[in-house]
């Protein structure tokens, strides 16, 4: 099995890089000029999307393939405050760039959109805007020239005191989405809400791919193993290809460890990588090829500790500085 690593948003390596730089809306309300200050946020956000493009050099120089880009790349999109404003068409040949970039060097880009972007909410002004938000993020990677290999990880949300009747709504809602939304989302469990199962059983109705969370699963879970799991996880992954190609898509997990005892949900610095590597290990004989994303404080520094950690396993063949074969 091969497997790759990747990283979110940001780098401890790469400095004055933030790809999250914004704007309050009490900052941008209080400017008489509206129109300096829509030119103010677009420039914020062309910075935004540059350092993005220093961000995939620095993975390019360190044969990183798999990347999240920040969901704040432009600030204030959506909001009430910018009725009318469409930041896309200004900052296309500064997405263009980016994209070809990551084109270029066959990287695997994805977003995941905020916690308040739900679709099993019963309040209809939290729908309109997570429908905005989904359809802010596909517009993102339309605009880099991205196809529908670069995906939108969710999760299902919240249970609102009716898990079941919560997730008819999801499911629902999700299905109605329009196609060039769809066929970019992914489906994660929570660490609290919808495990695993439930989950992986609500991306086979739907026909989305599942990102498994092993952390999440650990803290949250139905009594089946992840490894149980993993032969219908991975069928959900059927039919993906890569950019512009007919290669299978790889599956992507999300790996992080706890933060301590106190706090088993929250994400520590670095990764453990015993437990990762007993997951990979289960699996590697039905796994041909495995993309796993680092949610952890250090960013990309966890994704070095941890190839430097799998270095010392015997049944471990670097390939390069940030993948490895099992």
């Not at 970039?101 to 959109?113: G, V």
Request: proline residues 5%.
């Amino acid at each position: 099995m091969i497997v790759r690593l990747g990283y979110v948003a940001m780098s401890m390596r790469v400095q004055n890089a933030s790809p999250s730089k914004t704007m309050t809306a009490t900052s941008f309300a209080k400017l008489e000029d509206r129109e300096a200050a829509i030119r103010k946020l677009e420039r914020i956000a062309s910075e935004n999307i540059h350092n993005t493009l220093r961000l995939l050099k620095h993975n390019r120089a360190y044969d990183i393939q798999l990347y999240r880009c920040s969901s704040k790349l432009i600030p204030l999109f959506n909001h009430e405050l910018l009725a009318g404003w469409n930041p896309i068409d200004v900052l296309k040949d500064n997405f263009a760039e980016l994209g070809a970039y990551a084109k270029e060097h066959s990287m695997r880009i994805s977003f995941h959109p905020d916690h308040f972007t739900v679709l099993s909410t019963p309040r209809e002004e939290v729908l309109r805007n997570s429908l905005l938000d989904l359809d802010k993020h596909a517009s993102m990677l339309e605009a880099m020239g991205l196809d529908l290999s670069a995906k939108n990880n969710i999760h299902i949300g919240g249970t609102y005191g009716n898990k079941q009747t919560a997730l008819e709504r999801f499911i629902d809602r999700f299905t109605n989405l329009p196609d060039r939304v769809r066929l970019r989302m992914t489906l994660e469990n929570d660490d609290k809400t919808f495990t695993a199962l439930e989950t992986l059983e609500t991306c086979e109705k739907v026909g989305a791919p599942m990102v498994l969370d092993i952390h999440h699963h650990q803290v949250n879970h139905s009594g089946e193993s992840a490894t149980e799991l993993w032969p219908r996880i991975m069928h959900t992954w059927d039919g993906q290809t890569e950019q512009h190609s007919d290669r299978p898509l790889p599956p992507k997990i999300h790996v992080s460890s706890p933060k301590n005892e106190k706090d088993p949900r929250g994400h520590a610095d670095f990764i453990e990588a015993s437990v990762l590597m007993e997951f990979l290990r289960s699996i590697a004989a039905i796994t041909p090829r495995l993309d796993v994303m680092i949610e952890a404080k250090k960013k990309d520094e966890a994704l070095f500790k941890l190839m430097e950690d799998v270095r010392a396993h015997p049944d471990v063949r670097v390939l390069t500085q940030a993948s490895f074969e099992l």
